[in-house]
């Protein structure tokens, strides 16, 4: 089955540095790549997301970059500010989203904090 | 539009009791999951299911059944509640794109 790993598992910045997460998968078959931000006490919500016919996907100060041959997807974080503090989780789907196989598997969550 | 609900937030039940948490949505959305978030641990997929009347095993199976008999509900139960079920709880609900989560379900066996 599927196994998504994610590091690093903590993550400390100062305000204005760039932070970066990393995700491997397994499945090759995977063709969809959410990312999720999970504030304290909070439900995870989704913040970006790419599919696997795209290499790179910006919104503002966020991205995503996916490589399909090393199995890897990475959250490049810009310009970080202090609300930015949150555990981020990765997830990849067992086999191709969309299809029979609908479900998410996550990886065990980063907790980035940005000190002011 | 409340996206997707869940029922209770909050519980306490002793070992052995069963329960049943509800969740509804209402985007009309083909997938509804249940995860299970312990510290240290993510998210922990336990059931899903693709569409109406249809339930499938994710990775934490186990003590754990659902059912999906209208699109828009996805329930939870537990049979016979242990101490190791003790977690917050989410469901969560997609079409072809992210996942839409609940706002939680905080259980406590004792």
């Known amino acids: 089955g599927e196994n998504v790993e994610q590091h690093p598992s903590t993550l400390s910045v100062q305000e204005g540095d760039s932070a970066v997460i990393k995700c491997t998968y397994s499945d090759s078959a995977s063709n969809y790549f959410p990312w999720y931000k999970q504030e304290l006490g909070k439900r995870p919500q989704l913040i970006i997301d790419i599919r696997s016919n795209v290499g790179e996907k910006k919104d503002q100060r966020i991205a995503v970059t996916l490589n399909k041959t090393a199995k890897h997807f990475s959250l490049h974080i810009t310009e970080t500010q202090p609300e930015d503090s949150a555990v981020y989780f990765c997830?990849?789907?067992?086999?191709?989203?969309?299809?029979?196989?609908?479900?998410?598997?996550f990886g065990k969550g980063t907790k980035l904090s940005v000190k002011p | 539009n409340a996206g997707v609900t869940q029922t209770p937030k909050f519980r306490v039940l002793k070992t052995g009791q069963s329960m049943t948490l509800l969740c509804a949505q209402d985007?009309?959305?083909?997938?509804m999951y249940w995860y299970r978030q312990d510290p240290g641990m993510g998210l922990r997929l336990i059931h899903y299911s693709v569409g109406e009347g249809t339930t499938a095993k994710g990775e934490v199976p186990d003590g754990y059944n659902v059912s999906r008999l209208k699109k828009q509900n996805f329930l939870l139960g537990l049979e016979s509640a242990a101490p190791s079920q003790t977690s917050v709880y989410f469901c969560a609900s997609s079409l072809q794109g992210g996942a839409f989560f609940g706002q939680g379900t905080r259980l406590t066996v004792v």
């Open positions: 997830a990849a789907p067992k086999g191709n989203y969309g299809g029979s196989q609908g479900n998410l598997i």
């Open positions: 985007m009309n959305h083909e997938y």
